[in-house]
């Protein structure tokens, strides 16, 4: 399938929620059965995408660890859907064909490879891995299973507007590109308010190392993922820097 069709072909391209074609061929026309590991405000914000499109999705199973969560999520899912807490359950269910991860980072891998195990179609919600180790790991055990799709959610690749900037990358119109100066600014700490003090490293996980990889993981890999795909390359050698800078507004 040429790259062209695959993105024309989506029905979705503003939320980064695309099948490839070959995960149709072979099946009836009859919607996927899918189901949602991770019902978070992302996992949440896809059911609600899903929800537009019941002529190709159907979700039959949700998961999460939270009982709250499990209950903000009933109105993005038909009746019919069974809420779980484990989710090996929802791996069980052979009637089950696609599986959308929307967990803690530091959840990725586990969860992916079950489901692959499982003979499950795999959507996993970017970053892929929470460190280089699961992600090689990962990457093997795909190869392993050339008849289950595996995908990672970087929406930009499906914008339209990233899209034309691609193609004038690689057409040439923008002449031999040398340098690429990446920023996304944002005046907000990430912190949701949390009433029960117990869950705050289980809603809040992006302020902790051992479950989140920080904004290089959160942020910054939309933007390596981008120029990795826009020219269709890889980096040779990496050089990193940072630091935590406060800029007072006015």
């Not at 949390?194 to 902790?208: G, P, S």
Request: glycine share 6%; with cysteine.
């Amino acid at each position: 399938m040429q790259r062209r069709s695959f993105f024309k072909k989506s029905a979705l391209l503003g939320t980064g929620i695309l099948m490839a074609d070959n995960l149709y061929a072979g099946l009836s026309m009859q919607p996927l059965n899918i189901a949602m590991i991770g019902c978070g405000d992302r996992g949440k914000g896809v059911l609600s995408v899903i929800k537009q499109m019941p002529t190709k999705f159907n979700a039959v199973a949700y998961c999460d660890v939270l009982d709250f969560r499990l209950q903000e999520t009933k109105k993005y899912v038909p009746a019919s859907a069974v809420a779980h807490k484990n989710y090996r359950k929802i791996l069980e269910d052979k009637s089950i064909e696609v599986v959308f991860i929307a967990t803690p980072l530091s959840e990725h891998f586990g969860i992916a490879k079950d489901a692959l195990k499982a003979g499950k179609h795999v959507y996993v919600e970017k970053t892929m891995t929470y460190n280089i180790d699961e992600a090689l790991a990962l990457r093997k055990l795909v190869n392993q299973h050339p008849k289950q799709i595996f995908q990672v959610g970087y929406q930009y690749r499906y914008s339209p507007l990233y899209f034309k900037v691609k193609e004038m990358i690689q057409t040439g119109y923008l002449g031999k590109v040398s340098q690429v100066d990446c920023r996304w600014d944002r005046n907000w700490n990430w912190r949701r308010p949390v009433a029960d003090k117990t869950l705050e490293r289980k809603i809040n996980w992006r302020m902790y190392k051992e479950y989140s990889g920080g904004l290089p993981a959160e942020l910054l890999s939309h933007q390596i993922d981008f120029i990795n795909w826009a020219f269709e390359t890889q980096p040779d050698e990496i050089v990193a820097t940072g630091g935590v800078d406060v800029f007072k507004d006015g």
